[in-house]
């Protein structure tokens, strides 16, 4: 015979202490008391309780008789646990109902007063939304102000590599999560994405600075290089100024 597995009571979950009246709070906490005591019953009895009780049990002799033969004891003289958890469901099951009783009870209490008083919560939200919507308002200006700066310091950086090299390119602010390879990181967490950043930035740079070199063609051209390119060529270019 399948055990029907035993279930809790289903709370609902009401807002913030500060919103809601105090006949209201005392309501939750008594439903909050009896939840608790339906726990704890569960809980301490769970041994009775359990869906799969019978098998449960059943292990439990089973591991008895072994150890009494192992010790030379006679293994029918021991107590069965099958037999005390059978004669005890009846009434665990039982005291059960009482305890799941009145935490339903308690949590209908709740949430009919509830809805009762639901309405009188809004002129108190309103007003604490017209706040907070202020509050985030200056929050991410300041939150864009900040990207704004480190976007500018990231400007300079990419500036002063970039002219450490070819020098190209003119100053301006860029995205604050430009890294050095002038790709965007890929995180999509801004905090993760400007700490990747920063530690990117950090590790030393190695300039790639313009050289001026001469064709040993015979031809006396002269151009300019990234050092790593003229490197490249070889004996086909002489390095003539740095």
Do not use: C
């Not at 608790?36 to 809980?43: K, V």
């Amino acid at each position: 015979m399948n055990e029907q597995i035993l279930h809790g009571v289903d709370r609902t979950t009401l807002p913030p202490a500060e919103y809601l009246p105090a006949q209201l709070m005392e309501l939750q906490r008594a439903a909050d008391a009896a939840d608790e005591r339906l726990d704890d019953f569960d809980i301490e009895h769970d041994d009775i309780l359990a869906a799969n009780w019978r098998q449960r049990a059943e292990a439990v002799d089973r591991a008895a008789g072994a150890k009494a033969v192992r010790d030379g004891h006679d293994p029918l003289k021991l107590r069965s646990e099958v037999e005390r958890v059978t004669k005890l469901r009846p009434a665990v099951l039982g005291a059960r109902q009482v305890f799941y009783a009145e935490a339903y009870a308690a949590e209908n209490a709740l949430t009919r007063a509830y809805r009762a008083v639901a309405a009188s919560l809004e002129p108190k939200a309103i007003k604490e939304l017209r706040a907070r919507v202020g509050a985030a308002e200056e929050a991410y200006a300041a939150y864009q102000s900040a990207l704004d700066a480190v976007g500018e310091t990231v400007g300079v950086l990419a500036h002063a590599r970039d002219w450490q090299s070819d020098g190209r390119r003119d100053w301006g602010p860029v995205s604050p999560f430009v890294l050095p390879n002038g790709q965007r990181s890929e995180k999509n967490d801004p905090p993760s994405a400007l700490r990747e950043g920063l530690a990117a930035w950090e590790v030393p740079h190695r300039p790639d600075p313009l050289v001026t070199v001469e064709s040993l063609s015979g031809n006396g051209v002269r151009m300019e290089l990234k050092r790593s390119q003229a490197v490249a060529l070889g004996d086909s270019v002489k390095i003539i100024s740095d």
